[in-house]
Structure formats: structure tokens, C-alpha cells
């Protein structure tokens, strides 16, 4: 049986990585599947920025509604201007928490293939 010596050009087509295969080499078995985590995890922010909105809401409330309300040696010009500024930290906290990366991973999905999309994206 007489062996013939590979093409460096079949090598490089059939090698994306050193010893790793092309295409239609196996796939690795799932080990665990992450659906669940992640459904649990967003659920869990979910329910603490709805907490967070809450005590917002309510200090809020407490501010307006109850005239000797301010910060401790504050006058209750700047302690509203100081309420302001929480409420302005925490939109950007929320903001930049959890919008920003779903932006981000949605803009970088666009460059994956219609193979890596259906293997990748959950629902």
C-alpha cells in the first residue's frame, strides 16, 4: 500500500487551528445547559431593579410629600438636588448594567454566521 503525501493547501483547508479538525469533525457534548442559569439570572435582576424602583419611588414620596424631609446637615434644596443626582445614578447604573450589554452582544451577533447563531442564541 503505497502512501501519497498531502497538499499543504489540503492541510491548511482541513486545519482551522493546530490539532484542531475542519467542519466535519465532531462536536463537543454538552456538558450543561446554560438555559436555565440564565433564565434564573435575569429573573433575579428583574426582580431587583423592580425592588430598587420601589425604594426609589418611595423615598421620592417621602421627599415630597413630607416638607421637613432632608438630608442631615443639608438644607432641603440641596437634599432634593442630592435626590436628583441619585435618580441620575441610578438610570446610568441601569442603563449601563443591563441595556448596554444586550446592545453590545447584539451588535456583535451580526458577525456571526447563520451556523453560529442557530448553535449560540438562546430564546
Do not use: N, Y
Not at 475542519?22 to 429573573?43: K, L
Not at 438644607?75 to 441595556?99: E, K, T, Y
Amino acid at each position: 500500500m503505497q502512501r501519497t503525501a498531502p497538499s499543504p493547501q489540503s492541510d491548511r483547508k482541513k486545519q482551522f487551528l493546530p490539532g484542531v479538525a475542519g467542519p466535519a469533525s465532531t462536536a463537543p457534548a454538552a456538558i450543561h445547559d446554560a438555559a436555565r442559569s440564565i433564565r434564573a439570572a435575569r429573573v433575579r435582576a428583574t426582580i431587583r431593579d423592580v425592588v430598587d424602583t420601589f425604594l426609589l419611588l418611595a423615598v421620592d414620596f417621602f421627599f415630597l410629600f413630607w416638607r421637613p424631609a432632608h438630608i442631615p446637615f443639608l438644607s432641603r434644596d440641596v437634599s432634593l438636588s442630592a435626590l436628583l443626582v441619585l435618580h441620575l445614578f441610578f438610570v446610568w447604573f441601569w442603563f449601563s448594567s443591563r441595556i448596554a450589554p444586550q446592545w453590545k452582544a447584539r451588535r456583535i451577533s451580526r458577525t456571526w454566521s447563520a451556523e453560529e447563531r442557530r448553535r449560540c442564541v438562546i430564546r
